[in-house]
């Protein structure tokens, strides 16, 4: 089965600058890669996300990147604000029929000093 | 906004009970999804549900994980005989179909053994 691992397991930014955090996996017949921000007590939350077809997509200043050949996609936060804070999971799902379900990465915990 | 709401927000249940978790969509979509999230890991597929069937399940969905969807609408995930382990967030999730399409999760139930 797939296997998403993600990196660093806790990253601290100062408000302003940018944060990445990158994730790799393990199967080459993953074609879709979300992203999502979970803050505490609630579930997650769906920021962004990229297909196998595309390399970059970005949304105001969120940005993911997706090497296929390598096997590995990034999430890029630009301008961080302390709203940023919160942990971040990347997912890979299987091609194949719509009940596949998301193989997660180990999460982000992301901290914005002030 | 959650796209599904899950009831209840809490629950706790003594060992060797059994417990019923619930999930309500706010639209009417076909595809439903259980994860599970142990306090401080990643978010775990459980099982997929199409059509009133199971369409994919993990390994962690054994024979005391049961789902169904009784009257059309609220999705279930019962568990027969719970036991400490089982302790975790329980999140509902529903999608849309193509393996390429996103999942939205709920808020979430926390779960508590005693």
């Known amino acids: 089965g797939e296997n998403v691992e993600q990196h660093p397991s806790t990253l601290s930014v100062q408000e302003g600058d940018s944060a990445v955090i990158k994730c790799t996996y393990s199967d080459s017949a993953s074609n879709y890669f979300p992203w999502y921000k979970q803050e505490l007590g609630k579930g997650p939350q769906l920021i962004i996300d990229i297909r196998s077809n595309v390399g970059e997509k970005k949304d105001q200043r969120i940005a993911v990147t997706l090497n296929k050949t390598a096997k590995h996609f990034s999430l890029h936060i630009t301008e961080t604000q302390p709203e940023d804070s919160a942990v971040y999971f990347c997912?890979?799902?299987?091609?194949?029929?719509?009940?596949?379900?998301?193989?997660f990465g180990k999460g982000t915990h992301l901290i914005i000093q002030p | 906004e959650p796209e599904v709401t899950q009831t209840p927000s809490h629950q706790v249940t003594q060992m060797g009970q059994e417990v019923i978790l619930r999930c309500v969509p706010i639209?009417?979509?076909?595809?439903f999804y259980w994860y599970r999230q142990i306090l401080g890991q990643k978010v775990e597929f459980l099982v997929s549900f199409y059509n009133n069937e199971i369409s994919e399940k993990s390994e962690i969905f054994d024979d005391q994980f049961s789902v169904e969807r009784p009257d059309g609408s609220n999705f279930t995930l019962k568990i027969r005989s719970t036991k400490l382990e089982d302790s975790a967030m329980y999140f509902c999730?529903?999608?849309?179909?193509?393996?390429?399409?996103?999942?939205?999760f709920g808020d979430g139930t926390r779960l508590s053994i005693l």
């Open positions: 997912a890979a799902r299987l091609t194949g029929g719509g009940a596949d379900g998301l193989t």
């Open positions: 639209s009417n979509h076909l595809y």
């Open positions: 999730a529903r999608g849309v179909g193509a393996s390429n399409q996103p999942q939205h």
